[in-house]
């Protein structure tokens, strides 16, 4: 039997020099996406201090009023736990109430994937359900998707 020598090609490792870069690498990172009427957000959680970032800006920025706020942060509300969390997030599509409640789902599911323990209380809390609901497309001879012109008898 005859062996033929396998030709292997050098691999090329990009290295960062960048501090920073390596300290998130070496950290445990846990993901989640939530989706919301049209909106799409990408969660990364990492142990940390409690900052929150949305799309390069902070999530008391981003989500202006405190209602909104309140809303996107709810798992880690039930849960107690959002000051060891560092929170980025790329949200997509929609508007900023849709990215809002895809945050909290992606939020949701990243905590699951992080400690299965707490899917039950997210569970009850009703954070963990997609919520369907979309905006139901126009008909044609109507105004709107339900809404009708106005009948003229004559």
């Known amino acids: ?3 033929t020598a396998a ?3 050098p691999i090329s490792v990009k290295v960062s020099k960048d501090k920073n870069a390596q300290k998130v690498s070496a950290q445990k990172i846990y993901r989640g996406t ?5 909106a799409v957000a990408s969660v990364i959680l990492t142990q940390g201090s409690g900052k929150r ?3 390069g800006r902070d999530f008391k920025d981003y989500f202006h009023s405190d209602v909104q706020n309140m809303i996107a942060n709810l798992p880690f509300s039930i849960l107690d736990n959002g000051e060891q969390w560092d929170v980025l997030v790329t949200a997509r599509g929609g508007g900023i109430a849709g990215q809002m409640g895809a945050v909290r789902l992606g939020i949701a ?3 699951v994937e992080h400690d299965a323990e707490v899917k039950p209380a997210l569970r ?6 997609r919520d369907a609901r979309v905006v139901e497309r126009k008909k044609y001879g109507r105004k709107k998707a ?8 004559r």
């Not at 339900?146 to 008898?153: G, L, V």
């Open 124 to 129: 009850h809390a009703n954070l963990l359900t």
């Open 53 to 55: 970032v949305v799309n």
């Open 1 to 3: 039997m005859a062996t």
């Open 7 to 9: 030709t292997v090609k």
């Open 34 to 38: 939530g989706r919301r009427k049209s």
């Open 146 to 153: 339900r809404k009708h012109f106005q009948f003229s008898k």
């Open 109 to 111: 599911r990243a905590l």
